[in-house]
T-cell receptor
């Protein structure tokens, strides 16, 4: 199956700093990637759709200036949490569908803890 | 408004018991997917159901897609401790996945 990686797997940062999370499709090109947020023992909440070469599409209630998304290549999307606060602490997961495949493959997730 | 309603939210059972998880919607989906997620990891796709009335089996797991393609169920026979995890149903209303609330399953030995 297709492989999606994320980096880092976990990060701890101070309040007010920015954190960048990378999502890579390792063996396929992805024009679209998705970013999710997940709180403990809860389901995944779609934050935004990352589009290669164009602006991301954000879900209602997600601040685009807070969560910056850049999809600069067909294998890499980045999510930057700007001016992080403790309430941004969460598990962030990305996914991508291989070309011609409507099934999505998920990355292993990134645990963000903001102190 | 939750597009996909998943139940139960929590399930704690003994090894060897059977269980069923339900995923219901008022909307029609072209397909529904079931995922299993372990703590600290991303979801892993178990199955995709596409055709109304479809039944798919994956070892001890049986997945059904309703005739109207609005609901689905996951049945586990003779549950084992290794089945413990978060089970998620997901549907595509149009170029993105929406997830049910999830079912946390704990199988005790």
């Amino acid at each position: 199956g297709a492989v999606v990686s994320q980096h880092p797997s976990w990060v701890i940062c101070k309040s007010g700093t920015s954190v960048k999370i990378e999502c890579r499709s390792l063996d396929f090109q992805a024009t679209t990637m998705f970013w999710y947020r997940q709180f403990p023992k809860q389901s995944l909440m779609l934050m935004a759709t990352s589009n290669e070469g164009s602006k991301a599409t954000y879900e209602q209630g997600v601040e685009k200036d807070k969560f910056l998304i850049n999809h600069a290549s067909l294998t890499l999307s980045t999510l930057t949490v700007t001016s992080a606060h403790p309430e941004d602490s969460s598990f962030y997961i990305c996914s991508a569908p291989p070309p011609g495949n409507n099934e999505q493959f998920f990355g292993p997730g990134t645990r963000l803890t903001v102190l | 408004t939750q597009l996909l309603k998943q139940s139960p939210q929590f399930l704690s059972i003994q090894e060897g018991e059977n269980l069923t998880v339900y995923c219901n919607s008022s909307s029609v989906f072209s397909s529904l997917q079931w995922y299993r997620q372990e703590p600290g990891e991303g979801p892993v796709l178990l199955v995709t159901v596409v055709t109304g009335g479809e039944v798919k089996k994956l070892k001890r797991l049986t997945f059904q897609f309703g005739d109207a393609r609005k609901d689905s169920s996951l049945h586990i026979t003779a549950a084992q401790p290794g089945d413990t995890g978060l089970y998620l149903c997901a549907g595509d209303p149009g170029n993105k996945l929406v997830f049910g609330a999830g079912t946390i399953l704990r199988v005790k030995s």
